[in-house]
């Protein structure tokens, strides 16, 4: 049974740094192409940032790119977001998710993701 377990999240202030981990267990992690996802209250999940099976691809939203950075430890079942520069509008619940692909696929739509964890909360204050 596949286990998505997130943390690393908690309250921060505007311009701080977090870094998010997401360990997996009881599916082949290297066969998938991870990624994570925030959702905000009120607004549906979106797309944050995705690295392929193999680590050498990896995309990011707009609203993110040169803050964030996803990486992965195929060796430990575990991706990371490193979060800088973080500003009130990244608050949001974040989870990883996780779905078989081909080698140099990197996943940015939630509905294509078959695992998902629980969330961790991020908030970011003014």
């Known amino acids: 049974q596949a286990q998505l377990v997130e943390s690393g999240g908690g309250l921060v202030q505007a311009g701080g740094s977090l870094r998010l981990s997401c360990v997996v267990s009881?599916?082949?992690?290297?066969?998938?192409?991870m990624g994570w996802f925030r959702q905000a209250p009120g607004k549906d999940r979106e797309f944050v940032a995705g690295?392929?099976?193999?680590?050498?691809?990896?995309h990011y939203a707009d609203s993110v790119k040169g803050r964030f950075t996803i990486s992965r430890d195929n060796a430990k079942s575990t991706i990371y977001l490193q979060m800088n520069s973080l500003k009130p509008e990244d608050t949001a619940a974040y989870f990883c998710?996780?779905?078989?692909?081909?080698?140099?696929?990197?996943?940015?739509?939630?509905?294509?993701?078959?695992?998902w964890g629980q969330g961790t909360q991020v908030t970011v204050s003014s």
């Open positions: 998710a996780g779905v078989i692909r081909s080698y140099r696929v990197v996943v940015t739509s939630a509905k294509e993701n078959t695992y």
């Open positions: 009881g599916i082949t992690f290297s066969d998938h192409a």
């Open positions: 690295v392929s099976r193999s680590g050498d691809e990896m």
